[in-house]
């Protein structure tokens, strides 16, 4: 399961806003002692100031923040970039949408700051129940350490720099491994080297079709990251929902042929590299790639779509959690769930209960499970490998981190995740396509204190 960096409890959708003035009012006046929360807002949120350093770019909604940030519920951790980025600091924008009623406090916030962010969790989780492990009373808090604050176009415009710089290391790089396997590649315009070692049928696909391949990721070290053939499957996707260097890369391949993708890092992860996976940051990719067939008939003709759901796939992958939460109300009602929500937008169904003891996300759990998509679509499955994963909840994505919990040891049940709580625009293995709907069979076999 690749793992996602975010903070868990970071999608309470309440409401509040600040004016510029009262922020700069309120981070004149915060000195407060030890302990301290002088800084009250009318959501009840509560801010301490650690560090106040004198600054004028304060976070708004839509800023690019990059931070340390450990989320808390009472004493559970809930999110530690600390341990869970390699001590390094995590970039994202922050929305009032995202963030609710915490929003208020990281506007009070500028480049340098340190801040104790809190709200009560009956006021964060209203009208809405809260995690098995919390109780009434407890506090919701953000200790968050802030190292820049741009504008979405300072964001944009300094990763566009970077992009250039990367790509004449990326290139230099790929042309060095090139010379030293005495490798015959051709190149395309954006920097893709490619290999064709055995030809097809002649077919080739486009960005619009679906494909199914076998696969096998590595690095320049020869280290493997992802194999289909050490799982014994190929999969299928959409090659419009994939990393553009398969987007453009697999079409290179006949239907029937096979050969090697070098992929510069803009065209792969970039600087966005899956947390928990062996992919670091700005890391070219290397894929030995079988295109067995492009647009695969379904594996039963009852399975396959009506035109009208197959429309609705494109609008599954939209970004906006209103349009993305009717899509699963009516997944729901389709199938005959009886499933509850949660403040994030997380819906699960609970099939069976088990022993009465809940995870929290400070504890590592041993799970089966099965992925797949709102159309059925399988992606994953420890079921099929026939071996449970054991995993830190605080390490793997939101969806997940939030919704384990929800299930007794010894019980089991579904998880149907957003994709902001899931991969989010990035997508994920080749056929999570951005902004994808997931759904998860999860039996949680064992809590590992």
Known sequence: MIKKISFACATLLLTGSVTMAQKTTAVKKATPTKKSFTIKTANKLECYMLNDVPGIKFIQDGSVVKMHIRTKIADSSMFDSYKMNNNEPIEQPLTKQFLGAFMEGFSLLSSGDSAILRLPID????GSPMPPFAKSGDMVSYEVKIFSVKSKE?????KEKASKVQNGIDDKLLKEYIKAKNLKTAKTASGIYYVIDK??????????????VHYKGYKLDGSTFDSSYDRGQPIEFPLSGVIKGWTEGIPLFEEGGKGTLLIPSSLAYGQNAPPGSTIKANEVLLFDVELIKINPEPETTEAAAPVKEEANTTVANSPDPTVQDQLIQDFIKKNNLNAQKTASGLYYVIDKKGNGKHATAADQVKVHYKGTLLDGTKFDSSYDRNEPITFPLS???????EGIPLFEEG????????????YGPNGAGGVIQPNEILVFDVELLQIIK
């Open 395 to 401: 390490g793997v994505i939101r969806g997940w981190t």
């Open 199 to 212: 030809k097809g049928n002649g077919k080739h696909a486009t960005a619009a079709d679906k494909v199914k």
């Open 154 to 158: 300072e964001a944009d415009a300094e």
């Open 411 to 422: 019980g089991k049940g579904k998880l149907i995740i957003p994709s902001a709580l899931g």
């Open 123 to 126: 006021t964060a989780f209203k």
